[in-house]
């Protein structure tokens, strides 16, 4: 069976949330079904998942399972932005460009303020410049209170350590709280090979969307907090956002899943390594290029109305963002022959162009 | 495994959400697990579950699932609620008790007017009152907006479709729309055997929480918006909230599960049942009292400190709700030996009151 | 001229915002009308409010001068009220009755939770059960955080400083913040002859409503806010409210002018006066009794329609507030033979009943 | 008196609300305090104040008295904008700049989107553009719904009636609805001679922010409703925003003197003249250039740090926008020596360059 309208259908790279979740995510909920269990985070499963993430992330951490990743964005950003402030993100960052407000409604009218970078990268110069000009302290302007980084970036480029210290240290000396968003964190991780700690807690990251969904998740993200004060807040503010589950410990158990045995880089390694064979595979093809280099999963082409009406007719599923970008994501359940189908189909219509 | 520090722990009846979720809501997300399809509630299942609940309740409906039931109210309310307006429900209501302001927050400042009523069901003459008093047109007055119904009760009884109309038909004299808190809209079905659209689209609803998680469901419930322009801006509202998955299909699979078969009343009619065993065993004891008749599948005690501290020496899990409150809520997947526990343990101690 | 489609019209008791203004308040407008001046409190006359109203309460004060008594009221409420958090206030307070959702919207959905009390005041031991009934730290309910008091009350008494006290002193054991709400707080001063700061800031009280406008002023109000945490997010909050004027030296000459040789309390004491001349010549009427003592300007009659009916017909204005409530307010610009008139009337139509 | 430190103090461009009000309009105040008046908008005044309104815009006009532009600008722009929506502005735009969020806060999180343009005003063509690409439908994106013009704009340009319909006519044809924030709206109708509905009424424009406070008033501005389904919401939201004041009588007849013997219009050419004045002056120095035309009472000149501080030497006063804009802003209450000093010391300073 297959959901949409179409006829015959290929290789599907409209996004990793189109794809299956981790057998592993599924029988982890089927393995916790038994006996009964104290609602609303009070199980072991829930327990548990508290020091595994403080584990993870060499931190006290503190975990909040929400639905979506669009929660965790929101209501990290909320808890670090007050109505009157301004959040400074990437001109391109998935809060601005895909939540429908949610972060401003959940922060009561917070202002998001882009800044420009390559590879949707926050430039940390640009930051300061934008910052600076934000007028802190003036009583008629929003009032810098935040800094969004998206890691994989939404080109689906990557931050090195080095680079979420260099935005972050901005953020500090101006008095803003940082929030990353990770919806795809564990493509970050398992690209860089570093810690987890190296790219959250020891580069100045203040509160972490935590993606499962994207990546062999299937109904459960996680805010992943390190400062005190905004965990102490973020436990009511979830819950008065309808993002408590009363039966936790299948939320939670999913989250041990995902982190059991690497499971969480395994399958990012995976979706990675599919995109990284694209990036090889496609370094012959006359007149491709690519809008950023292929970090994590996602691929974006830089191409023409010509080409993509040629992959659709070739059945190759992806989106179209403008006339001239073209995006392909990777999934941990994709396979190399789609990879090498959309490659023949790319090198058969690129070189027509 | 339990997931309490206490040693040795005896039927637990603290809440129908400590207990297990139905094989069959599990095993659909298992069987949904396959293949690629649309994300955001454009997959065959999303799309299937609309023809569904329409037919269930012989009326258009739109479906939208979302997290959690406290979701489920909070942005119903807020969908009839302005910032400027009054939502009249119970003094009991979940929305007001057990839902740290969501509705209030969803809403941007809906004011929470309470009306009294028997065993938690809002009397038609008081909210008439209420309402009137409220002050409609008057300027600097919180403005009449909506009615709160809580079905099954906070205190465990059910409306008949005669009651829910007699409290619609003040609503809409006084143009209020109608929200339908159904956390356990199951057990009220099942234990009044009328059709789902006797008790809401017949009755004079415009949204329906529709309960899933108490009932064998896990992490899903779903809004019913039978008025198309309310719909409209839920589409909408729902996002900005967080509350549409990416992964959608797995939502609206554990909703057809739960709806094939008729899964939601035969759990509903074993969690009844229990209670009616209880309700039967029960009529000996001396000085045992109800707060509400008994028509779903909890029991409100009406008993002393010292009963209460007798169950639990007998390793009896129940709620305080207050001095003279117990609560036993009786699980889909709860036994009629834990039942019978309850009341031999109950008798022992009522008696030597 | 008058502004009303009646003809023949008697003595106005509908409110003390039927009535004019000082002319002083409206001389000092006219005399800040020179030069130029900083904006948006920048100014000298708003640099001069800051120690004339730390002085007057005897600690630091920061004033913020906003439009209404609902602003006032409003702002200050969501400055100590998160938007999980409960806010408790007596049953008739202002904030719950007459401002439309004003502290609900400002909070982002603060419940109110309502508190009995004799003659409008909140009772300091039903305070007490309702704050520990609200579940502090129970993560379903909304979160205990605010204490609204209403000097003079919604039913013309007046809190004694002790009193104050005593209602502070268990917010405080509680945790919450107090805010009064002291848009007659210069009739409640004048009444007792104590100082201002004996009834806040050395009675626990964090945030007062400062009215002026039902008191001799026009078009202004003030929150002062003793508590300087409050006071600094304040500053954004009134200005993101669109309550910081650009000229603001008309605000504060006014407040100023109010100030100036205890103008506030020679206007209490004429409106209290002449609450005090009714009651005096009320005593001797048969059947007519009071809701609350006359402590301040206004007059809450126990009566019945048909004593309302021929006060109406004899052309005296007043507010019908219920079956068996009519109010009367007292004016610093009411007269003495306004009370008299209202006295025979009311004389005639008693003794008819 | 003066209100600043600084020891001696020359000509003062810092901003139109640094000067004082129309005697014209303190003196309505004046007569305005007399008898008794209805409360909250009943009075005679207020009732008057429609009508002028509806004539003076040839249309069915609903005025709301607000205290200040950014009241007025964002609670128009929340009755246009829901959570969910995207509001469009110029990327110089009071809403986006100096207001703190408002629009944001009392919209419950709208987005800003801007839009570049000359000299402050929206480009149609840009607009069209920025709509479309903001993805009307879509689910994850900001849905568009407003449009916001500054008349005249934030730098001292004026949008001509074909102007503003040719930017309402892209509005109109993507279903956005259309403010104009008229905070200097006196000084546009001023300088192009049309009547006010040429460029609101007849242009496609559904609410106006009517400003008077920088052009003689004091203490109130006006929000302006054409559109009945949105001023019917707007009685409610005002109020619930502290914004409507008790004594209305007060605002009321300030707006009344305002349009008497066309004051407004009066004032406007006052400052507009002043502008001109030095516009023609200015024409022979070298090295002074303009943001824009000077069309309003506003001159943003661009000029060199090394200028300002010349200037400010020579006592000028007025606000340095960034290294290379100065902006000076003409009051109704200047002098044409004011200007002339200005030049002078220009021609000094610039000259030296």
Sequence with gaps: ??????????????????????????????????????????????????????????????????ATGTAANALSMAAITPSWGAAFCHERAHILTSEVNAAGFFSGGGLIVTVPGPHGKVDPAALDAAVAAQGKGMMHRSQPASLNLVQATDLGAVYAPAEVRAATEVARRHGLKVHMDGAR????????????????????????????????????????????????RMAWQVRRAGHVWSKGRYAAAQLLAYLDGDLWLRNARRSNALATRFDEGARGIPGVSLWAPIEANEIFLRTTPRVMDGLERDGIRFVRRSADMARFVCRFDGTEAEIDALLASLRRHASNG
Excluded: H
């Design 1 to 66: 069976m297959d959901d949409t309208r179409q006829p015959a259908l290929g290789p599907d790279f409209r996004s990793d949330n189109v794809g299956a979740a981790s057998p592993e995510v599924i029988e982890a909920i089927a393995r916790a079904n038994r006996d009964t269990a104290t609602g609303y985070g009070g199980d072991t499963w829930s327990t548990e998942l508290q020091q595994r993430f403080s584990d993870l992330f060499e931190a006290r951490a503190r975990v909040f399972c929400v």
């Design 185 to 232: 964190f564990a493509n970050a991780v398992a690209r860089l090979g570093c810690s987890p700690a190296e790219l959250t807690t020891r580069a100045g990251v203040d509160i972490l969307s935590f993606g499962m969904t994207k990546n062999g998740g299937l109904l459960c993200d996680a805010i992943v907090v390190f400062d005190d004060e905004v965990a102490a």
